[in-house]
């Protein structure tokens, strides 16, 4: 089982002479496993990554090419016949800009609409518990979620989703707005989705940070292609791609890669992510005691 | 006199908890100052409140030596430009060049260096092929990236960027944080960020924590506040961690590679 793209391609607007029609994504063919994943997707500004992922839950059709969720096709020809909810309730998207996806009169209630919306039992609790997980207090469950900080709304859309429990869970850019420690949750939690309860995790993010010490996979877009999807070690070690494509490396990466040079340690393993990978590559090369 | 005077601003909205608590500062013409603080803090709060679209419920804010009040806001609004969080606030064009030409409109600029202004701030953000393009229909990023030219357009003399960069690529961050430290000296710059990275190129780091002042340091100094930080829901710099697990746990060269860390941190 699994998500299948294949030539999957797609226009905002189609021309009436198709030659001159512009795509925000092209001819993409991709596999994703609906366990176990936890991918990145990168790129430069405007290269295809909102519009890719909103196709994965047929927010948006391809205007070519198809899409096969675990035997249900999603193409422009059978537009119609497409049991959305269906789609929806297996992959949850929350979208980069949260706004635009809470609508209820009350934090709770916009909550509750989506598991409610896919009859799921349990609906406030569950709410309150990812509203819980979130880190978003019961003294604004009553207040309208347009009356929130920045980080306030984007931590209820997440909420939202979580709340739905489906089996991939899509984010783009979620940790826009997020102050460190909201953002540092967050990632912990999905880890945890990830590892224990085998949900796929699809992140758009232009956080390095993130590819680094979370992703197993990444992709990475280019006006609309796919111009890398493998291993994130792999991709930051092709320092060629990673400029070319506007990216960078993650911090310590950069830190450990200054060391290596100025200290001539030649077998440093600089591809450590976080701070006690970092220094435990430091101690194996160099030893521990203070000289 | 300082060119910002913020003077025990509160600020509390209809059934709410406070947002702001009598918060005080001042900010000297051509500085640039950093304000940090976890989610609901009231960072966009009191970015609205010093470029008058809010107005405090207690205490007052001077902009060059000119007390915001209602007589007063129109003409000192000329010096001020907010970036604002959600990009799509602040598009009134319908197209990227009518939205970077409206501001300039409004400042009676002439139209030779309107054209002018639109080229050079359209470029400076990589978006000079997107002038004809609805700013609704485009992309998160790019989305930032006209805003941003906008209210750079305008040329105020006190400039907010209220979380500007958040959805720019690395390269894109790069780039405009490089153009906005090009104002160094002559622009007042209040940056509003989650990303500690951003705040190393600022002056001054003032955080907020539940609506108050909790720190306002140089910068380097700031980070150095790690329990203030943590309280605040905030972090210390990725470097400064590596520096503090060599002190705790030991490294043979150690002193050598904190050295190294140091400096890395200063060159931002
Ligand atoms: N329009 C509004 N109506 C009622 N309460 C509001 C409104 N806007 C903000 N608040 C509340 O005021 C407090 C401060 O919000 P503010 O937007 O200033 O925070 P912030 O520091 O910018 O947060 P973030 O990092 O999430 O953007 C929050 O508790 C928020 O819920
Ligand atoms: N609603 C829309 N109508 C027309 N064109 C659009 C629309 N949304 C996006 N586009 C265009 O499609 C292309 C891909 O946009 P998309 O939003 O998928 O990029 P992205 O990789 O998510 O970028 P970002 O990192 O800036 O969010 C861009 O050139 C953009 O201008
Ligand atoms: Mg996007
Ligand atoms: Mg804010």
Redesign the pocket.
């Known amino acids: 089982m699994a998500i299948n793209l294949s030539k999957v391609s797609f226009a ?2 189609v021309p009436r002479k198709k030659k001159n029609i512009k795509y ?1 994504v092209k001819d993409i063919n991709l596999s994703i496993g609906d366990k176990d994943e936890f991918i990145t997707i990168v ?1 430069h ?8 992922v909103q196709m994965l839950n047929a927010l948006l059709i391809p205007t070519d090419g198809c899409i096969d969720i675990s035997g249900k096709i999603i193409s422009k020809k059978n537009e119609n016949k497409i049991k959305l909810k269906e789609v929806r309730k297996k992959i949850g998207l929350v979208f ?1 800009f949260p706004e635009y996806q809470l609508f209820e009169e009350t934090v709770l209630q916009d909550v509750c609409f989506g598991p409610k919306n896919f009859g799921i039992t349990d609906v406030t609790s569950k709410a309150k518990k990812a509203l819980e997980l979130v880190g978003i207090k019961e003294d604004i469950y009553n207040e309208s979620p347009f009356s929130l900080s920045g980080g306030q709304m984007r931590r209820v859309a997440i909420a939202g989703i979580l709340a739905s429990e489906p089996n991939i869970l899509i984010f783009d850019e979620p940790t826009v707005g997020l102050d460190p420690l909201g953002k540092k949750e967050l990632l912990e939690l999905l880890r945890k989705l990830n590892k224990e309860e085998h949900k796929t995790i699809i992140l ?1 993010t ?1 956080d390095m940070e993130i590819v680094g010490e979370y992703s197993k996979r990444v992709i990475v ?1 280019d006006n609309g292609d796919v111009v890398y999807d493998g291993d994130k070690t792999e991709l930051f070690k092709n320092e060629k791609l990673v400029k070319e494509h506007s990216l960078d490396l993650p911090n310590n990466v950069k830190m450990l890669k200054v060391i290596k040079e100025k200290l001539s340690l030649d077998n440093l393993d600089i591809y450590k992510y976080n701070t006690y990978d970092a220094y435990d590559e430091l101690k194996r090369v160099l030893g521990g005691n203070n000289e | 006199m300082s060119l910002v005077e913020v003077k025990n601003v509160s600020y509390k909205y209809t059934n709410r908890e406070n947002a702001l608590t009598d918060v005080s500062f001042n900010i000297e013409k051509g500085e640039f100052v950093c304000v940090l603080g976890h989610n609901g803090s009231g960072k966009s709060t009191l970015a609205k409140i010093i470029v008058g679209l809010l107005k405090a419920k207690s205490g007052e804010v001077i902009i060059d030596g000119v007390t915001l009040n209602e007589d007063t806001i129109d003409s000192v609004r000329q010096k001020l430009g907010i970036v604002f969080q959600n990009p799509d606030n602040q598009f009134v064009g319908v197209t990227v060049k009518d939205d970077i030409a409206f501001g300039l409109e409004n400042r009676n600029i002439e139209r030779s260096e309107m054209l002018r202004r639109i080229e050079y701030y359209s470029s400076l953000v990589d978006m000079e092929d997107f002038l004809d393009k609805n700013p609704e ?6 989305k930032q990236r006209v805003a941003i030219a906008s209210v750079l357009a305008c040329e105020g003399e006190i400039i907010v960027f209220d979380e500007a960069t958040s ?1 720019l ?1 690395p390269k894109g961050v790069k780039e405009v944080t490089n153009a906005i430290k090009k104002l160094k000296g002559q622009k007042t710059v209040i940056y509003i960020t989650h990303n500690l990275d951003e705040a190393l190129f600022c002056d001054r780091v003032i955080v907020l924590s539940k609506g108050v002042k909790v720190l306002d340091e140089k910068v380097l100094d700031a980070f150095k506040e790690k329990d203030i930080l943590k309280s605040a829901s905030l972090d210390i710099l990725d470097s400064m961690k590596l520096i503090e697990l060599i002190e705790e746990k030991g490294l043979s060269k150690g002193k050598e590679i904190e050295e190294i860390l140091w400096q890395l941190t200063y060159q931002k």
Not at chain 1, 45 to 52: D, E, I, N, V
Request: cysteine-free; charged content about 10%.
């Open positions: 905002y607007y925000a790129g500004t405007g290269s295809g990554k909102s519009t890719l980069q758009v232009h877009l | 229909n485009l992309s998160g990023g790019q959805m690529d």
